[in-house]
């Protein structure tokens, strides 16, 4: 909200946010400073990443998702949340930058997640850090994402700048993520460790008089 007040006082009325985490936390407060700036400044802050096209918005901007000919097999391991570090970020990275993709990768067991309370079993103290199946991801696959990727955010992108697009129709990931969670009753680690640091702020500024 902060840069949102500085970018549309000072005139600006059209921003675009490129943002890759997939928090569900993270992308649902640039929803809402999106909003804010909106509702605000009369101008247009959208969260590209965070928008979610139904099959309908995307038919209607021409936009396919693209057919990655992966065998059941594969689809199975690779399970409905590809979260973290598995399949097709793995995938993407070996596109993008294949040196910087440790070997490793080839050899790491499959952490298939088919709900989202499936993740639980996972986080514990010798979790390895990835949800997935990161053994089978493969540069042309990446290749086929990522160039889904950009086409995606370019022809939203385009959609809302000339009006044939709302932004405020488009499901957000934000939310679906959130709601898939409390649905399924996860604990949210996530908001429990933002508010344990919050509260540490809160006694550190006490202890230091300041209000």
Do not use: C
């Not at 693209?66 to 690779?78: C, F, N, T, W, Y």
């Amino acid at each position: 909200m902060d840069l949102a007040g500085e970018l549309g006082e000072q005139g600006f009325r059209w921003v675009f946010i490129i943002h890759g985490h997939g928090a569900p936390h993270h992308n649902l407060m640039l929803d809402q400073a999106g909003d804010y700036f909106r509702d605000t400044y009369d101008g247009r802050m959208v969260h590209l990443r965070g928008l979610q096209p139904t099959k309908e918005q995307l038919d209607k901007l021409k936009l396919t998702p693209p057919q990655l000919g992966l065998s059941d097999a594969v689809k199975k391991e690779v399970g409905v949340f590809d979260l973290h570090a598995g399949f097709e970020e793995t995938s993407r990275l070996m596109f993008l930058r294949s040196d910087l993709v440790d070997a490793v990768y080839k050899r790491l067991t499959p952490m298939t997640v088919n709900a989202p309370s499936d993740v639980a079993q996972f986080q514990t103290s010798t979790w390895p850090g990835y949800v997935g199946s990161p053994r089978i991801a493969d540069a042309r696959y990446g290749k086929q994402l990522q160039e889904y990727r950009a086409t995606r955010d370019i022809a939203l992108t385009l959609a809302i700048i000339d009006g044939q697009l709302d932004e405020r129709a488009v499901p957000r990931y934000g939310a679906i993520m959130l709601a898939a969670e409390a649905a399924a009753k996860v604990p949210d680690r996530a908001a429990l460790n933002e508010q344990a640091i919050a509260q540490k702020q809160r006694e550190w500024m006490k202890n230091k008089g300041i209000e």
